[in-house]
């Protein structure tokens, strides 16, 4: 276990290495110059250009500049945003919680809402609802989910008035957020409604982000199901009586759920490019709509930095699961 | 020895797309989406014949109008017009043209880098082999639409930089299975007799094992048309894909988004026909995957 997962720490640093020099070029790919961007429209004068220059290190070598930047990479440094000039870094963390509450949540909801389904539609293969689900799921899988928001929006915001259309909590709410889930900081805060208010805003943005994965899982773990359901412990378990529930829910599932943990690992890239899509439309503040709304401003440092942030978070994602996976199936270890 | 391979190849090829038939025709859905697919694609080729009214052509006297069963509807304005009183009927009908020819590029574009990635990465020697996955890698940390968003960052703004985009955040998954293919093909007989025979290494890579790896590519050509459409819609959506007045689905729906709550059907129509269209494929896929996998047909 240990060779496989030294084996496994390997493979991340070249991967690390590679993405550091994408993202580091992606400001130096840009046509333009970084620096008469960050000038704006007013100009620059001569004198101050060569200072800014200096300052962000673009009148060196470029090797020397890439080694700068991994160098502050690695201590966190990701530069300063142009636009409020604060640093990357802190940007990033003080947006993420927010895009990870939205993400679990859906993710609980896929998960929630797609097992239980599942099981009952492989225990009755060909029947009805089997048929009717999968059919759902095939078009969850096909759905734009940029459309699907917005008909969520026309139906329940704008005809039944139900939920709110943008934002993670109502005006009217403030508090200290220590946490930045604001499902948890409304509940410490103790304000009257507050709880409520915030978990109204999560439920489209939940749904929006949370039906391709809902829709994947069902297909995945569907079929997984079936295949199990054919083993023949599971023939020895319903001879020795055990109730039905039981042997689908608890021994079949269990085995179902390894490729489970796959649709987990590869929902993580569909989270993050899903949130961008989500965000944007519900005005929610996390990183998606960070990352967009920085390209549009050409806040190229955020862009940047927001880049090679995504992509660490998903490379560790991907380390945690394959370790996972050695740890689940042993087989995986010795290759 | 030439006479004798044509003589043996001959009755196995259209056996070979029979069986296929055969498979792909047991999934109804499949052939639904087949039949829906290809009822686009006539769309999609005559849109300049069916289509009522110029695509672009504005008429300020009918913004806004309701579909055509609706009160205040025209019947020579069937599906309704948009804020600038352009029919969507017409222009979802010549949008259809532009999501084809964003589905086939990328698959194309795509799969070719792909392929020939894939098949230099299986036959070339370890060292090469790691330099390139290292880089597939690199490319799979990003999700798909944030680097296709970068890219168009990088490119500017339009449907042909939008197609290039998404076209390298999809290449790493063909030469992966390209990659897969090869190395399990490489060590069988055939292909050392080839080589044995004299065959050069781009006959071996291209002719020999090639036409023995594609089935795995296929399905993922089908899931790359769909995903692509989907991603290019977004792209659209998000302002950085096809820019107004092209009738691209995504871009019609971002001019449209402000809106939704007065007009349904400016929303609703083309986000329809995005979802059809993608659900069309990818049910044919489903068909696809089905047929070619010689894993799941026998069960």
New interface residues.
């Given amino acids: 276990m240990l060779n496989y997962v030294l084996a496994r720490l390997l493979?991340f640093i070249?991967?690390f290495i590679?993405?550091t020099?994408?993202s580091f070029s992606?400001i130096r790919?840009?046509?333009g110059d970084p620096i008469l961007v960050m000038a704006g429209e007013r100009g620059i004068s001569e004198e101050r250009y060569a200072e800014l220059a200096a300052q962000y290190g673009y009148d060196r070598p470029i090797l020397v500049q890439y080694w700068d930047y991994l160098t502050g990479v690695l201590h966190g440094d990701l530069g300063v945003s142009f636009v409020t000039k604060r640093p990357v870094w802190d940007e990033f963390f003080s947006l993420f919680p927010a895009t990870l509450e939205l993400s679990i949540c859906a993710m609980v909801f896929a998960v929630a809402l797609g097992l239980p389904a599942v099981v009952i539609a492989a225990v009755n293969r060909g029947k009805f609802f089997d048929r009717a689900l999968m059919?759902t799921a095939?078009?969850g899988?096909?759905?734009?989910i940029?459309?699907?928001a917005?008909?969520l929006?026309?139906v329940f915001s704008?005809n039944l008035q139900w939920t709110p259309v943008s934002g993670r909590i109502g005006l009217q709410y403030y508090f200290p957020d220590p946490t930045g889930f604001m499902l948890i900081d409304s509940l410490a805060s103790g304000q009257k409604g507050a709880f409520s208010s915030a978990v109204r805003h999560l439920i489209l943005p939940t749904i929006v982000l949370g039906t391709i994965p809902l829709a994947v899982i069902a297909r995945q773990t569907r079929s997984a199901m079936l295949e199990v359901l054919g083993e023949d412990y599971i023939r020895t378990a319903r001879a020795k009586g055990l109730a039905p529930a039981r042997i689908n829910g608890i021994h079949a599932l269990r085995n179902a759920l390894i490729p489970v943990v796959t649709v987990i690992e590869l929902s993580v890239?569909?989270l993050?490019?899903g949130a961008?899509?989500t965000e944007?439309i519900f005005s929610w503040p996390g990183i998606g709509k960070w990352?967009?709304d920085s390209?549009?401003r050409r806040d190229y440092p955020v862009?940047q930095g927001g880049?090679l942030l995504?992509?660490?978070l998903?490379?560790v994602v991907?380390l945690i699961v394959d370790m996972l996976y050695g740890l689940i199936n042993p087989k995986i270890r010795k290759r | 020895m030439a006479d004798t391979t044509q003589i043996s190849s001959a009755p196995t090829r259209p056996s070979a797309l029979r069986e296929f038939w055969y498979y792909f025709r047991e999934n109804r859905g499949a052939v639904i989406g087949l039949y829906v697919f290809s009822a686009l694609v006539l769309i999609a080729v005559f849109a300049g014949l069916i289509a009522p009214h110029d695509p672009t052509a504005q008429n300020r006297a009918a913004t806004l109008l309701p579909p055509a069963w609706q009160e205040g509807g025209n019947w020579s304005y069937i599906l309704g017009t948009d804020p600038l009183g352009r029919d969507l009927l017409s222009r979802l009908l010549y949008g259809s043209q532009l999501t084809f020819l964003v589905g086939i590029m990328v698959v194309l574009l795509a799969s070719a880098g792909g392929i020939i990635i894939g098949l230099i990465s299986g036959f070339a020697p370890k060292w090469v082999d790691t330099i390139i996955m290292r880089t597939m890698d690199i490319i799979l940390s990003f999700p798909a639409l944030l680097l296709a968003l970068v890219l168009v960052a990088i490119l500017g703004p339009s449907l042909i930089n939008a197609m290039i985009a998404i076209a390298i955040a999809y290449q790493p998954h063909f030469v992966r299975l390209t990659r897969a293919a090869v190395l399990a093909e490489r060590s069988k007989d055939y292909v050392i007799s080839a080589r044995v025979a004299g065959a050069g290494l781009p006959r071996l890579m291209f002719i020999t094992v090639l036409p023995n790896c594609i089935a795995p590519i296929i399905v993922q050509a089908a899931l790359s048309f769909s995903n692509a459409i989907l991603d290019v819609a977004a792209l659209g959506f998000l302002g950085m894909g096809a820019q107004p007045p092209t009738p691209e689905w995504g871009t019609m729906l971002a001019e449209s988004r402000e809106f939704i709550l007065r007009a349904w059907w400016v929303v609703t129509f083309p986000g329809l026909a995005i979802l059809i269209t993608v659900l069309a494929i990818n049910l044919m896929g489903d068909g696809l995957r089905d047929a070619l996998d010689p894993k799941l047909k026998r069960s």
């Fill in positions: 493979t070249p991967t590679g993405v020099l994408v992606f790919a840009l046509p059919s095939l078009v899988y096909s759905m734009p940029f459309w699907w917005l008909l929006i026309i704008g890239g569909t993050l490019a961008i899509l944007t990352m967009v390209i549009f862009v880049l995504v992509a660490v998903v490379m991907n």
